[in-house]
Structure formats: C-alpha cells, structure tokens
C-alpha cells in the first residue's frame, strides 16, 4: 500500500475522530441495538434497522480512519527545509496575474482539504501545477472558468 501524506493537523484531526467514534459513537450505537432489541419482533422493528446500518457505518470508518493512520507518512511543514520551493505542507501566497488578487493556500492531504480554509488537496490539479514552483515563478492552472495565470508571490513553511 502507498503512503497517503498527511500534516502533523491533519493525523491528530483523524484521530480525535477516531477516538470518538470508538469511545461515544460506538457505546451509543450498541445501546441503540441493545434497546431496539428488547421491543420485541425484530422483522418489523425500524429502529433496530436504523441502529445496525448506522453501526455498520460507524464501523467501515472506523476501519478507513485506521487503515489511513497506518499507511499515512506525517508531514510536519514547521520542518521542512525546501529552500523555497512548492512542496507538501507549504503555504503559498499567489497572486492572480489577471486581476492583481493575492490568494494563500496550504498544500495538504486529502483529507485535510477546505478550499474554504485555504487548504489544497495535494491531488487537486490546482496543487499538482504549484509543486515544485519557487517564489517568482508563473503557473498556469486549468480552473473551471477556464485557464488562470498566477505568480507564486510567497512560499512558507508554518
């Protein structure tokens, strides 16, 4: 299996999910069960259906949330050392060649992305075009208005 990379933010993100899916979600669920079970017949009792698929979701994530865990590669972007150029983890200022507007994004895992909060999907063809960009350089990126200029303005390591 391939490393999936993830910010030092982004694994403690999954594993505060992680814990409360087995400490809250799961306990809550099995009461659920547990109760829809003492009502009796079983083949007409939606409550009883309701609480076994939301265990089994409870339970397929559980498993992906683990299964990304331990495949993940955890990127610190405080550590990395760049020497300015575009890679994992970086934040990066951009400014629209069209129409002098200054963006800041930060290039993260899959998981961690919010386009909303600035954070970049590493798979995005947004983020793909900045990897390996310095400070000064053009990129042109396929957006869906159509093709953008930008200038990386500034690369960061926070």
Same mark, same amino acid.
């Given at each position: ?6 910010? &030092? ?13 087995? *400490? ?34 409870? $339970? ?5 949330? $683990? ?31 069209? *129409? +002098? ?14 386009? &909303? ?15 390996? &960009? ?5 990129? $042109?990126?396929?957006?869906?208005? +159509? ?12």
């Amino acid at each position: 299996m391939a490393t999936i990379p993830i910010t &030092k933010r982004g694994a403690e993100k999954l594993k505060a999910e992680l814990h409360k899916l087995k *400490t809250v979600d799961r306990p809550s669920v099995i009461n659920a069960i547990a109760e829809a079970r003492a009502q009796g017949d079983l083949s007409e009792n939606a409550e009883y259906e309701v609480a076994k698929d939301r265990q089994g979701f409870i $339970e397929g994530r559980i498993q992906e949330i $683990e299964g990304k865990l331990s495949a993940s590669q955890i990127i610190d972007p405080a550590e990395l050392h760049a020497a300015g150029r575009v890679v994992f983890g970086a934040t990066v200022t951009l400014e629209d060649e069209a *129409t +002098g507007d200054a963006v800041t994004y930060q290039i993260v895992g899959e998981d961690e992305a919010d386009i &909303k909060l600035g954070l970049l999907n590493i798979g995005s063809p947004f983020a793909r075009a900045l990897i390996g &960009k310095e400070e000064g350089d053009s990129v $042109e990126v396929q957006a869906p208005g +159509g093709i953008r200029h930008y200038e990386v303005v500034a690369v960061g390591y926070v």
